[in-house]
Structure formats: structure tokens, C-alpha cells
């Protein structure tokens, strides 16, 4: 609610000055060129996501995204040793984080809710406990092997090679990652009132 405020008054205080400068057909020409610009980039993105989540849904027919949570089953035990022990749980952890680890943010979102669903099933309150908090970081910090939305992004922006930031993405996800776990290792187990 307040971003739709924030927005408004930025707005209104364009269209403000663009009034008192005499500039209002700049001002016109600018939002007409920014909306344009907007669906353009909106359809660029979409194309890539579609691309991305139908290589996803090939890997779940495929039977390879069972193959990868069991290949990350050993790091989600230790991550999550309560929900590990539900199939359902567990493989909805491991969905989000092959979704995350294509950079596929928006696909990994389904998971993630589900996931958390499943988790406070699990634990039997309304409180997070702290493998949800975990995997919310976890989510958050996006670990990333191949960064298909920021590439899309950066194509349809004109960059020469939209792969090259490819040893920037990984550390700072590993960074990231490293971080948030660091922290909720230290406020594990406390409870604000």
C-alpha cells in the first residue's frame, strides 16, 4: 500500500513540474516511451521464463529432478532433518532449489509456497520454526548455476554476451547463501515477543 502512495506522489510531482517547466509533452513523450519499453521487456522476460519452466517440467517428466533430489538429499538432511524424513516436503525443498539453481526465481515460487505449506503441516502450529525460516533464506538467497532471467534480460538489452557474469552470480549467491545460513545458525531456537 505504501509503494502505491509512493508511487503516486512521484507521479504527481512529475506531471507537477513538467506544468510549471512548460515541459508537459516531454513528460508525455517519456511515459509513452517507458510503458513501451515496459511490455517489451515484459515479453522478453516471459519468453525466457516459458523457455526455462518447460525445460523444468522436462526434467520432473524425465524423472531427473527425482535423480537431483536425491543427489542433494544428503545436503538437505543436514539443512532440514525434520522435513526430510516427509517425501513430499522434502521434494518440494529440492523443486524450489533446482527452479533457484536455473535462475528461474518466478517457476521456484510454486515450490516455495507449497514447500512452507507442507512444513507448517508438519510442525503443527502457526509459528515458523527454524528449518522454515531456513528454507526462506535459503529461497531468498537463490543460490544460482545459471542465471536464465538476468541473461534473458541482458540479451534483450543488447549485451554482446549475456552469460559473462556468470563468476559474479556464483559468488555472490555462495556469499549470500553463506551469510543467511551463518545467521540463522546464531538465532536459531530465539523467540521474539
Known sequence: MALSWLITAILALSVGFSLVCGSTAAVGAAALSGAQEGV???LLIAGAICLWSGVQKLMEASG???RLT???LPVLRRLFPRTSGDEQAIGLVAGNLCANLLGLGNAATPYGVAAIRRMR???GGETATDEMCRFV?????SVQLLPATVAAVRAGLGAAHSFDILPAVWLTSACSVACGLLACRLFAGRRTC
Open 137 to 141: 533464506v535459503l529461497n531468498t538467497a
Open 121 to 123: 503441516e508438519l510442525a
Open 40 to 42: 517489451r521487456l515484459t
Open 64 to 66: 531427473l529432478t527425482r
Open 70 to 72: 536425491r543427489a542433494l
